[in-house]
């Protein structure tokens, strides 16, 4: 087992502890024992609560705490306010109150969406995380943030909500399908390439493992990112600075998840958008001339599927991404590699780079192109 703690500074300071464990999950009740409650709310989507949902309430029983289920359809589609008020109104009339804690088991899209629950009933209540895709292992559910999608934008609507413990049971991925695995590894390379030089070359040499699911290849690949977005949540805990690095290949990643109805996976989308933003890097002057090939040999190596495939519209593009978060004064911001390991710093020492229209298209055109040769040359 391994066990990290992350120190969130504020009114009042928070701290919390992730937990990497085989077997973790029958063991929830011992931890939400830790967490004292009147009852415990376990929030999962309709996937997860076929498989798991029974064992986490076994658990939880076993150690003398009063559980309920509560389900919503699986889809990024289902992470909508619709959803969200519909469970803070079972809450209510199941007689849940101010004294309760949210349990939330499942993906990404569970992490957010009963976050976001967590945060906003009554106020706020508790919540913790127990995430079931790699995904969401290596990254969403470390940081506390929450939220819904809106008007087409991911995460439009949401909040930081810190969670109390993270359990992480590395056995649940067995029931993964392999495409959805592969997808999350893309979220470790992120990782990597903006913070640790030393794990982007574990990944290279260990894509071949991580993209056959090997066990312990895998507890590696969490265990490592997991601890880098545990110091930069520390650092930066409600994204005023330093986390925004945490975005690199988000800012169109996210746009092509949207333009593609959600059809195209989280971690498939930063890949490609990693693929392009440090293309984009490097027609700037920003990044280093042999980045993006590597960052392109290691998506290959751990089985990540080429998304962009021609045609594929800038112009649309841009417009899915100007709605964006990351968006300030209605200026895109781009996180940009100086080399792996290192992101590239603005002239005041910010950590994200506006570029302007004309030159941003210019760039970005020729970022598309180098994506698209890369991919027929990959072939």
Same mark, same amino acid.
């Given at each position: 087992?391994?066990?990290?703690?992350?120190?969130? @500074?504020?009114?009042?300071?928070?701290?919390?502890?992730?937990?990497?464990?085989?077997?973790? &999950?029958? $063991?929830?009740?011992?931890?939400?024992?830790?967490?004292?409650?009147?009852?415990?709310?376990?929030? *999962?989507?309709?996937?997860?609560?076929?498989?798991?949902?029974?064992?986490?309430?076994?658990?939880?029983?076993? *150690?003398?705490?009063?559980?309920?289920?509560?389900?919503? @359809?699986?889809?990024?589609?289902?992470?909508?306010?619709?959803?969200?008020?519909?469970?803070?109104?079972?809450?209510?009339?199941?007689?849940?109150?101010?004294?309760?804690?949210?349990?939330?088991?499942?993906?990404?899209?569970?992490?957010?969406?009963?976050?976001?629950?967590?945060?906003?009933?009554?106020?706020?209540?508790?919540?913790?995380?127990?995430?079931?895709?790699?995904?969401?292992?290596?990254?969403?559910?470390?940081?506390?943030?929450?939220?819904?999608?809106?008007?087409?934008?991911?995460?439009?609507?949401?909040?930081?909500?810190?969670?109390?413990?993270?359990?992480?049971?590395?056995?649940?991925?067995?029931?993964? @399908?392999?495409?959805?695995?592969?997808?999350?590894?893309?979220?470790?390379?992120?990782?990597?390439?903006?913070?640790?030089?030393?794990?982007?070359?574990?990944?290279?040499?260990?894509?071949?493992?991580?993209?056959?699911?090997?066990?312990?290849?895998?507890?590696?690949?969490?265990?490592?990112?997991?601890?880098?977005?545990?110091?930069?949540?520390?650092?930066? !805990?409600?994204? $005023?600075?330093?986390?925004?690095?945490?975005?690199?290949?988000?800012?169109?990643?996210?746009?092509?998840?949207?333009?593609?109805?959600?059809?195209?996976?989280?971690?498939?989308?930063?890949?490609?958008?990693?693929?392009?933003?440090?293309?984009?890097?490097?027609?700037?002057?920003?990044?280093? !001339?042999?980045?993006?090939?590597?960052?392109?040999? %290691?998506?290959?190596?751990?089985?990540?599927?080429? %998304?962009?495939?021609? @045609?594929?519209?800038?112009?649309?593009?841009?417009?899915?991404?100007?709605?964006?978060?990351?968006?300030?004064?209605?200026?895109?911001?781009?996180? &940009?590699?100086?080399? &792996?390991? $290192?992101?590239?710093?603005?002239?005041?020492?910010?950590?994200?780079?506006?570029?302007?229209?004309?030159?941003?298209?210019?760039?970005?055109?020729?970022? &598309? $192109?180098?994506?698209?040769?890369?991919?027929?040359?990959?072939?």
């Amino acid at each position: 087992m391994t066990s990290l703690r992350v120190a969130v @500074p504020g009114r009042p300071a928070h701290e919390y502890e992730i937990r990497v464990e085989p077997g973790g &999950l029958d $063991r929830l009740g011992d931890t939400c024992a830790g967490i004292p409650a009147h009852r415990y709310a376990l929030i *999962a989507d309709s996937h997860v609560a076929a498989l798991y949902s029974d064992r986490a309430l076994a658990s939880l029983a076993k *150690a003398g705490l009063d559980a309920d289920l509560f389900t919503f @359809p699986a889809g990024e589609w289902n992470k909508s306010g619709a959803e969200w008020a519909r469970l803070c109104g079972e809450l209510r009339i199941e007689g849940f109150g101010r004294d309760s804690v949210v349990v939330a088991l499942g993906g990404g899209v569970t992490g957010d969406l009963a976050g976001f629950v967590a945060s906003t009933f009554m106020r706020g209540v508790p919540v913790i995380q127990v995430p079931t895709t790699l995904l969401s292992m290596v990254d969403s559910s470390v940081g506390g943030k929450t939220g819904i999608d809106a008007g087409q934008v991911k995460n439009a609507v949401g909040t930081f909500h810190h969670p109390s413990a993270v359990i992480i049971d590395p056995e649940l991925l067995g029931t993964l @399908p392999k495409y959805q695995r592969v997808s999350g590894i893309a979220e470790a390379v992120k990782a990597a390439a903006i913070r640790d030089e030393g794990f982007f070359e574990w990944i290279e040499e260990h894509s071949g493992a991580l993209r056959d699911g090997e066990i312990d290849a895998t507890a590696g690949l969490i265990e490592r990112s997991v601890r880098i977005k545990a110091q930069v949540v520390a650092e930066d !805990p409600e994204e $005023r600075g330093l986390r925004a690095i945490l975005n690199f290949g988000h800012t169109f990643g996210h746009a092509l998840e949207s333009l593609s109805g959600f059809s195209v996976l989280h971690g498939e989308a930063v890949a490609a958008g990693m693929r392009m933003e440090v293309r984009l890097g490097e027609c700037v002057g920003a990044t280093d !001339p042999d980045v993006g090939q590597r960052i392109d040999e %290691v998506i290959a190596g751990c089985g990540l599927p080429e %998304v962009l495939e021609p @045609p594929l519209d800038l112009g649309a593009l841009l417009d899915r991404a100007r709605p964006d978060k990351k968006a300030r004064g209605g200026e895109l911001r781009w996180v &940009l590699l100086a080399e &792996l390991g $290192r992101v590239a710093l603005g002239p005041n020492g910010e950590v994200t780079h506006a570029i302007p229209e004309a030159e941003c298209r210019g760039a970005l055109e020729a970022a &598309l $192109r180098g994506a698209f040769e890369a991919a027929d040359s990959d072939a």
